[in-house]
């Protein structure tokens, strides 16, 4: 039964991908759509059921489906784990992708391969649920990339925009350079362990395996360099920004759902092999800080809607790394369900608000949607008041308690992540009050046209603000549901911080510091009705801001246009060196046949001349040689 399941589960998305590829374009687009979403639908069922199995026997389930290889002592089975950390992923990877889906038959209704659209959704949903359910390294790295393709696909998805298709590169290739660490570390760990099985390895360390910490600090290194490029820290983060090329439902199932909660997932299920090289936690902890603020510095003057939502992203997921590099793995997990909420919330609004104003992403050329699209508008309002950590909010319960472990284990990345976080609720109220507020800035044929979203548009943002208000109870401080939940993913579990009066003061500072932010934001757009410059009027350090620091310039300088300089030097040298001496040899064989046919002439005696001059040199040489 378990196993039927559990196929039910992976192959119920597949199917959909195989419907939509073969017979999509022969059927209706509401039926396209709709098989999609089903598909997807049953995934999230069949998950549910698994996690009231699980949260009642509190035992995991391992399904071994066969044999898959083996080499001298090292074995691997195809086989598929399901315990309380995978089947939370499962929940909102499913749950939130069947929004997705239903939000995308309307918002992609009109796009002419729209059958395409919902193959690949469908292939994305597929391979992530075979990473997080997979019992071993090679099965995660199966969905690992899978998903990496499932981007590719997606955020080129509109393949005659050339700017989309360098994007869909730029996160390929950036993802397969952290996949190449993420590799070496499989490896590092199958030769330290003779196994990359998940319960093997646990068990392993669990009864004091003696291993070689210098190998497997290296291992774990590589294994976050993986996930650095899936979940976009410093300095593998410049592809996802970019990722928004893609259509809108695409970026919220990457930014909120998918594939950015790969490298957390995988830290956090090796949570037992991290623990023993805090040396590399550290690493973690400070990449993560650092990438959280300058993601925010980066969003504070972003003027499209979506590249400030995508750089808050790569912001949220720095704190949740500095969470998994002080050992607080459950807290991450915790603000990875909260992030999911709020995040697709504010995506989707996005979309929503692009849709009224028919693909104009500008802000500035926006304002008052409020009076137009009043559900689109307070689902908005509820993920950003979440996502700026004002209570009772999920994102409040989910970002104090990183921001409190932080302040126990390391007092300046608590400052850090603390400005990272004002900053949140400054860059999200001055997104929600040029979008929303004032008065219209488009044009009027902008203006005669908008109107609020279809329904199946705005009732998932419907179901995500509920979430982003509730959403963080599942871990009230000093009562965690959730906590209690994980407690059998973590070796030697962390002891849980108790309301006390440091905690409600860090919970006061870190509300202040939100209302600060919006205060400033209300201060200069809504007191002052301020309007952020042209680009070419942007001076001093907001342009170095608004050009994100000009990092995609530098690797552009520093290694993209080296690399292209050898490959024109190869070419050339190819063409030229290489080419010629090719070329030469020709030459050189077809100027000997050319002699060689003046030889061949017919004549008897001059064969006979050859004849004799022949045997008389082979006779000296045989002599000679004596």
């Known amino acids: 039964m378990e196993t039927s399941l559990l196929l039910l ?40 059921n698994f996690f009231f199995q699980i949260n009642n026997t509190k035992q995991p389930i391992q399904i071994d489906l066969f044999h898959w290889m083996t080499l001298g002592n090292f074995n691997v089975n195809f086989s598929f784990l399901l315990d309380q950390l ?22 992609m209704h009109d796009d002419e391969n729209l059958h395409k659209f919902f193959a690949y959704l469908n292939l994305f949903i597929f391979f992530m649920i075979t990473l997080v359910t997979g019992s071993n390294l090679l099965i995660m790295f199966i969905g690992w ?37 993420f590799l070496i570390g499989i490896f590092t760990l199958g030769y330290l362990f003779s196994s990359v099985d998940f319960a093997t390895i646990k068990t392993a360390v669990a009864t004091g395996k003696s291993v070689d910490l210098g190998w497997l600090g290296f291992g774990t290194l590589c294994l976050f360099i993986g996930a650095s490029g899936k979940s976009a820290q410093i300095p593998l983060y410049t592809w996802l920004p970019d990722a928004m090329a893609g259509p809108t439902p695409v970026s919220a199932l990457i930014h909120a759902a998918t594939m950015v909660t790969a490298g957390i997932f995988m830290i956090t299920r090796l949570n037992f092999l991290f623990n023993l090289t805090p040396d590399i936690q550290m690493v973690i902890a400070i990449i993560g800080a650092v990438t959280s603020l300058v993601a925010a510095l980066i969003a504070l003057v972003q003027n499209d809607i979506k590249k400030v939502l995508a750089y808050s992203t790569v912001s949220q997921l720095g704190l949740m790394f500095l969470a998994l590099g002080l050992g607080a793995y459950e807290i991450a997990v915790f603000h990875v369900i909260t992030h999911a909420f709020f995040k697709a919330c504010l995506f989707l609004g996005s979309g929503s608000v692009i849709h009224a104003m028919h693909g104009e992403q500008d802000m500035r050329k926006m304002g008052g949607l409020r009076k137009y699209m009043k559900v689109t508008y307070i689902t908005f309002l509820i993920a950003t008041l979440a996502i700026s950590g004002i209570p ?38 001055r997104l929600l009050y040029l979008t929303f507020f004032k008065e219209f800035r488009g044009t009027e044929e902008q203006k005669h046209h908008l109107h609020e979203s279809p329904s199946l548009i705005t009732f998932p943002l419907i179901i995500l603000a509920i979430l982003s208000t509730v959403g963080g109870f599942i871990s009230f401080p000093g009562h965690s549901w959730l906590n209690e939940y994980l407690k059998p993913i973590f070796i030697g579990a962390r ?30 757009y809504i007191k002052k009705s ?97």
Not at 16 to 44: D, E, H, M, P, Q
Not at 86 to 107: E, M, N, P, Q
Not at 570 to 595: P, R, W, Y
Not at 606 to 612: D, I, K, N, P, T
Request: with cysteine; hydrophobic share 50%.
């Open 86 to 107: 995978s089947i939370l992923w499962l929940l909102f990877v499913t749950g939130i992708g069947t929004l997705i889906h239903i939000y995308s038959i309307s918002y």
């Open 392 to 429: 009772i909010f999920a994102g409040f319960f989910s970002k104090d308690e990183i921001l409190m472990v932080a302040f126990h284990e390391n007092k300046a990345l608590w400052v850090i992540a603390s400005l990272a976080s004002i900053m949140t609720a400054f860059y999200m109220f």
């Open 145 to 181: 990339e899978g998903v990496g393709l499932c981007s590719y696909l997606l955020i080129g998805f509109w393949y005659k925009n050339q700017d989309y298709n360098d994007a869909a590169k730029k996160a390929f290739i950036m993802n397969r350079i952290g996949d190449l660490g």
């Open 495 to 524: 002891e849980e911080h108790h309301l006390d009066g440091t905690t409600y003061m860090l919970m006061g500072i870190a509300v202040v510091g939100a209302l600060i932010g919006i205060g400033i934001a209300y201060s200069n």
């Open 9 to 48: 589960l992976l192959l119920a998305p597949f199917a959909g991908f195989l419907f939509n590829v073969f017979l999509g374009k022969k059927v209706s687009r509401n039926v396209s759509g709709t098989i999609g979403t089903i598909a997807v639908a049953i995934s999230f069922a069949v998950a549910l």
């Open 530 to 626: 301020q309007v952020p410059s042209e680009d070419s009027e942007i001076t001093g350090f907001s342009k170095v801001l608004y050009n994100k620091f000009y990092v995609d310039e530098i690797y552009m300088a520093v290694i993209v246009k080296p690399i292209y300089a050898i490959a024109s030097f190869s070419k050339n040298f190819i063409e030229t060196a290489l080419s010629g001496f090719i070329f030469g040899l020709g030459k050189v064989t077809n100027m000997v046949g050319t002699q060689g046919k003046v030889l061949q002439n017919g004549s008897v005696g001059f064969y006979l001349f050859a004849f004799v001059i022949g045997t008389a040199s082979i006779i000296a040489y045989l002599f000679l040689a004596q």
